[in-house]
């Protein structure tokens, strides 16, 4: 820290601090840093040569494959929002000229914007499958911010809204094509058989009460005979601090050991998280166990340790995670609601005497009464 505050300026230092450092020894490699997967895609560098915004167009995906419709439709709102529809459709926006007028009205130009929201014909569309918030395109700079601004609507209403602009696409290149025309009615009809269809066919896939993922519990619960449990936290309150907890229990519901440390660090809530975690794991191997389960309130950081997955930043602290197993017989993930994790997080929350401090067979007087909660909550 001396050096730092003698050399940089209080935002590089605050930007240097934000970096989760790797506790292995790694070989740098290129990444390209504007697509999650880290590898570089035509569709990524195309929006950023066009000055598109790569978290919109990011979240813009995460709406499209959250959306409950076919594959082929969310395949047809991908290339609306990278801009790669089909030439014959008319609708690629490198080749869309303004000569070319709307197959409905005639009398306007055709534009994207036209063809899905513009055009009157399509507006009654909107409105009859009561979706009508979904088509406001006016208002924003490109299908992908449009398609941002979906995320407060009701799932069943961006459902609709997506099979009938999937319908919307068809019918007109069925009226420039073949000069053919559906009405109105029929075509709100078929929306309402496409939910429908897509509904049964959820259901059948996945709608198997089994298959399904049980919900995180909301209490701490003791692990199984002969295996410990660390329940692991991190803390932001104090700005350019880090505070990690991590408490050690066995099934007889035995604090075994209770830790705290504090980092000089700006890392982000996700990489504070996976720090606080790979600080529990290190507890558990310098007692020497064998067999534990790691639980945490993120969900997003078990998640991606269950599936052996990480992202950019983040993957450096996870692959530390990870290579860290190697030194049990068997770790189990398991994520607990905030309430179920309350004496690691009052422990991430705890200033120690120092960076770091440790308690063996009890925990400051401060926790006690969370510890006791958790026992009592067992009964």
């Given at each position: 820290?001396?050096?730092?505050d003698?050399?940089?300026?209080?935002?590089?230092?605050?930007?240097?601090?934000?970096?989760?450092?790797?506790e292995?020894?790694?070989?740098?490699?290129?990444?390209?840093?504007?697509?999650?997967?880290?590898?570089?895609?035509?569709?990524?560098a195309?929006l950023?040569?066009?000055?598109?915004?790569?978290?919109?167009?990011?979240?813009?995906?995460?709406?499209?494959?959250?959306?409950?419709?076919?594959?082929?439709?969310?395949?047809?709102?991908?290339?609306?929002?990278?801009?790669?529809?089909?030439?014959k459709s008319?609708?690629?926006?490198?080749?869309?000229?303004?000569?070319?007028?709307?197959?409905?009205?005639?009398?306007?130009a055709?534009?994207?914007?036209?063809?899905?929201?513009?055009?009157?014909?399509?507006?009654?569309?909107?409105?009859?499958?009561?979706?009508?918030?979904?088509?406001?395109?006016?208002?924003?700079?490109?299908?992908c911010d449009?398609?941002?601004?979906?995320?407060?609507?009701?799932?069943?209403?961006?459902?609709?809204?997506?099979?009938?602009?999937?319908?919307?696409?068809?019918?007109?290149?069925?009226?420039?094509?073949?000069?053919?025309?559906?009405?109105?009615?029929?075509?709100?009809?078929?929306?309402?058989?496409?939910?429908?269809?897509?509904?049964?066919?959820?259901?059948?896939?996945y709608?198997?009460?089994?298959?399904?993922s049980?919900?995180?519990?909301?209490?701490?619960?003791?692990?199984?005979?002969?295996?410990?449990?660390?329940?692991?936290?991190?803390?932001?309150?104090?700005?350019?601090?880090?505070?990690?907890?991590?408490?050690?229990?066995?099934?007889?519901?035995?604090?075994?050991?209770?830790?705290?440390?504090?980092?000089?660090?700006?890392?982000?809530?996700?990489?504070?998280?996976?720090?606080?975690?790979?600080?529990?794991?290190?507890?558990?191997?310098?007692?020497?166990?064998?067999?534990?389960?790691?639980?945490?309130?993120?969900?997003?950081?078990?998640?991606?340790?269950?599936?052996?997955?990480?992202?950019?930043?983040?993957?450096?602290?996870?692959?530390?995670?990870?290579?860290?197993?190697?030194n049990?017989?068997?770790?189990?993930?398991?994520?607990?609601?905030?309430?179920?994790?309350?004496?690691?997080?009052?422990?991430?929350?705890?200033?120690?005497?120092?960076?770091?401090?440790?308690?063996?067979?009890?925990?400051?007087?401060?926790?006690?009464?969370?510890v006791?909660?958790?026992?009592?909550?067992?009964?």
């Amino acid at each position: 820290m001396d050096i730092l505050d003698k050399y940089f300026t209080e935002r590089d230092k605050q930007c240097i601090l934000a970096i989760p450092l790797s506790e292995r020894e790694q070989n740098d490699s290129l990444i390209w840093a504007f697509s999650k997967s880290e590898e570089y895609t035509v569709s990524s560098a195309y929006l950023l040569g066009k000055g598109c915004e790569i978290d919109n167009f990011h979240q813009a995906w995460v709406e499209i494959w959250k959306a409950d419709v076919s594959p082929k439709v969310r395949h047809f709102f991908w290339r609306l929002c990278t801009n790669t529809l089909p030439v014959k459709s008319l609708l690629h926006f490198r080749h869309l000229t303004t000569d070319v007028a709307c197959p409905w009205c005639a009398t306007e130009a055709e534009t994207v914007n036209h063809a899905f929201v513009g055009c009157w014909r399509v507006r009654e569309l909107w409105d009859d499958c009561r979706c009508s918030l979904m088509a406001k395109w006016g208002e924003y700079d490109s299908f992908c911010d449009l398609v941002v601004s979906w995320k407060g609507l009701e799932p069943r209403t961006i459902q609709r809204g997506m099979f009938l602009a999937w319908c919307i696409w068809g019918e007109r290149n069925n009226k420039v094509f073949q000069n053919k025309s559906t009405p109105n009615a029929v075509l709100v009809e078929r929306v309402g058989r496409y939910v429908e269809e897509q509904g049964k066919y959820a259901a059948r896939i996945y709608g198997a009460a089994g298959l399904r993922s049980p919900p995180s519990p909301s209490r701490w619960h003791a692990p199984p005979a002969n295996i410990v449990k660390i329940n692991a936290d991190a803390s932001l309150a104090d700005e350019g601090w880090v505070g990690l907890g991590a408490v050690i229990r066995d099934h007889e519901v035995k604090l075994i050991v209770a830790a705290t440390r504090r980092h000089r660090a700006f890392w982000s809530p996700e990489i504070s998280e996976a720090k606080a975690l790979l600080f529990a794991l290190k507890l558990g191997r310098r007692y020497g166990f064998q067999e534990v389960i790691l639980e945490s309130d993120c969900k997003l950081i078990i998640e991606k340790l269950t599936k052996k997955s990480a992202a950019l930043e983040m993957d450096m602290v996870l692959g530390d995670i990870l290579a860290l197993c190697s030194n049990f017989m068997s770790v189990k993930w398991s994520h607990v609601r905030r309430d179920g994790n309350c004496v690691a997080h009052n422990l991430a929350k705890f200033v120690p005497f120092g960076f770091e401090q440790l308690w063996e067979n009890h925990v400051p007087q401060e926790i006690s009464s969370f510890v006791l909660m958790d026992s009592l909550s067992l009964d």
